[in-house]
Structures are given as structure tokens and as C-alpha cells.
């Protein structure tokens, strides 16, 4: 069993800035990728970006490319999301995931875990 705790989430103004964490504990394995998916209210759910945890492969939502960055720590099997330029679109609660195996990483229906999600919301 894996346990995922997100934080760094709140209020914001549009065009600041949030860097997310999710630290991952339980079993000691590491994954093969961490992600980040998004629910805004009414919307459906977004893949925003994801991480393969050997070699560090990256994979960004249109939505958010080059405004928001996916990293890692190995070592702590911590993934964080630094998110800048935000929009009020990009108001939802943001949830962290866990793929377990090898497979492709680009689908929210490939992870496995998910933590309880944190809260962003940008103001106009």
C-alpha cells in the first residue's frame, strides 16, 4: 500500500506562483512514474503532467506547457509541481498519483494511488 500526501496548495492571484509537494510513503519501492491530475467543478478530469521516475521522462497538458514544471526527488519518493503564471482556469483541487508498473504513463486510468488532493484556487 502506498500513501500519498499532497500540500502547497491555497489562494493565489493571477500571474503568481505555487509549488505543489506530494510525499509518498508506505512501501519502500519506487515508482515507475508519479503524476498530477486535476478536477475543477464541472469539468472533467486532467492529466496536467507526469514524471517517469527512472530518467526523469516528462509529460505536460497543453494547457499548462511552459508554465508549470514536474520534478522529482528520488530519494525522499517525492514529486512536486512548480506552477507559475497562474490562471483562474487553472482553479481545481489537484491530486497526486502513483503507477506502480511499467506501461505508459500519459493516462490518468495507468495510476494506481492517488492522494486526497489539495486545493488551487487563482484569482482574477
Known amino acids: 500500500q502506498v500513501q500519498l500526501v499532497e500540500s502547497g496548495g491555497g489562494l493565489v492571484q493571477a500571474g503568481g506562483s505555487l509549488r505543489l509537494s506530494c510525499a509518498a510513503s508506505?512501501?519502500?519501492?519506487?515508482?515507475?512514474?508519479m503524476g498530477w491530475l486535476r478536477q475543477a467543478p464541472g469539468k472533467e478530469r486532467e492529466l496536467v503532467s507526469a514524471i517517469r521516475w527512472s530518467g526523469g521522462s516528462t509529460v505536460y497538458a497543453d494547457s499548462v506547457k511552459g508554465r508549470f514544471t514536474i520534478s522529482r526527488d528520488n530519494a525522499k519518493n517525492t514529486v512536486y509541481l512548480q506552477m507559475n503564471s497562474l490562471k483562474p482556469e487553472d482553479t481545481a483541487v489537484y491530486y497526486c498519483?502513483?503507477?506502480?508498473?511499467?506501461?505508459?504513463?500519459?493516462?490518468?486510468?495507468?495510476?494506481?494511488?492517488w492522494g486526497q488532493g489539495t486545493q488551487v484556487t487563482v484569482s482574477s
Open positions: 498519483g502513483w503507477k506502480s508498473y511499467t506501461g505508459s504513463y500519459h493516462e490518468i486510468g495507468a495510476y494506481n494511488y
Open positions: 508506505g512501501r519502500t519501492f519506487s515508482p515507475y512514474a
